[in-house]
């Protein structure tokens, strides 16, 4: 594409060919370049093919694989960068003010890129970074100098970063991007397929009752624009009718009962002893009262542990197996195999940390309140008379609220989890959970029109974006 540089101005205020030289190629040390003020052949892809973000910003500096290759890369690339920062450091102001003024009421999180740097490493990979968010000058240069960081974990064969990179959806089979998060001040790879899903759920989450179950998302491969997003329907019937209806969520729909109950239960509580129930021998009226509590705590307990059961078994993947060697012989189970004969703490323990790579829970702050949770949980579906007394004084602990309340704590651990892993099973957890976010299906042109035409009438031209 280029010598070593490429410097392209994409601005509604373009420079002159002799600006451009006289304020960039005398600070590079005879470094050869070239300026366009066209979007090359190479780069124009990103706005033929529908592209979810456009990576072109007002200005972008390109380094060719030829650059790339110098055994002086990493000083080479500082030198460039800081002369372009010197370079366009007169229209930085103006960049932040736009920014400003373009992200107050703007939905979604697709970036107005306002400089691109591209890295072609090799003809089957490029690393762009997209700077969209300049705060002030100094902000600008850090982002800049952490550009630095990135290129040199690359260089060094960084495994998590290399393997990072080659699992990520390349939608010009070549190049990947990174945005920088102003949290952690530090650039991030950006899965498109990922941040597509998390801006259409940042839609219909606003009025999103928390029970559904997350929408089916399918992508146009070759026009991440084109895309279908549609409700997960079932039909239920009884003897006399059916009904189609938006699939509950398990995981919400208990965890809701569970949060109710619980709710109840507290309400029911405090309002006992803000009247001073302190008696040794309670009336018959206050008796009852305590067994209206016992009730919603009861259910509170049971649905609880029910929540964390159901989250559990959903993390299971359908197709993973668990294998256990006794003495010398192979025990394989697979999903409906470990919902049934494994306990809960060892499929959150053993299996769940295997089957989908998330971290041990037995250092979580949740941990022990779910091992208690689990001990009342079963001394009240199998109840003994011997234990009933002790059973009940547990009850009226105000510990036990605390200890219920852990089903949110872990489906939120869980959710964030696999959001951070981008795993397919996040799709299966409810909104408001940690993790609003869907992973969209990936299909082919054929299956999309396939589908285009099964919802419009045939005659009705796809649309271009």
Known sequence: MARNLLIIDNSSFQFKEEYVHENFQSKLNKIQFDYLCEIPEELKIYRERGFWLNPIGTHNLFFSKETIAKEDVVELVKHSLNCFSEFIQ???????KVNKI?????????????????????????????IDEIIDEDNYVLQVDRIIDVLNLFLASDEILIKEIEKTFKADSKTVFFMYNQDNSNWELVDLIF??????????AKNYDLRFSKPDMMINEDNLRQEFTLPSNWRITNSERGYIMNIPNDIAMYASIA??????????????????????????????????????????????????????????????????EKTGKKEVYNKDGIERFFSLKDK??????????????VNETWWQHLIELEKSRNEIIHSKDAKAEERYSFFVNERVFDIINCHNEIVTFYATQLCYLKSPIMNDFPVGSGCD???PSIITQRSFNSLYNSFYNPSKPLPED
Not at 90 to 96: A, D, G, R, T
Not at 348 to 361: C, D, F, N, Q, R
């Open 348 to 361: 959150l323990k053993l299996i769940i940390p295997e089957a989908i790579g998330v971290p041990s829970p």
């Open 259 to 324: 949060n109710k109950a619980l709710e109840r239960a507290i309400s029911k509580y405090q309002e006992m002893h803000d009247r001073g129930v302190t008696y040794l021998i309670l009336s018959d009226e206050q008796s009852s009262e305590f067994y209206d509590y016992f009730e919603e705590i009861i259910q509170a307990i049971i649905i609880s542990y029910t929540t964390i059961e159901c989250m559990a078994n959903t993390c299971i993947p359908y197709h993973y197996e668990y294998v256990i």
């Open 195 to 204: 941040q597509l899903g998390k801006e259409k759920m940042i839609r219909i």
């Open 90 to 96: 007169p229209f930085l102001l103006v960049f932040i």
């Open 437 to 439: 976010e869907i992973i």
């Open 102 to 130: 373009m992200k107050q009421n703007r939905e979604g999180i697709r970036p107005l890129t306002d400089i691109s740097f591209y890295f072609e490493i090799s003809d089957d990979l490029i690393l762009c970074f997209l």
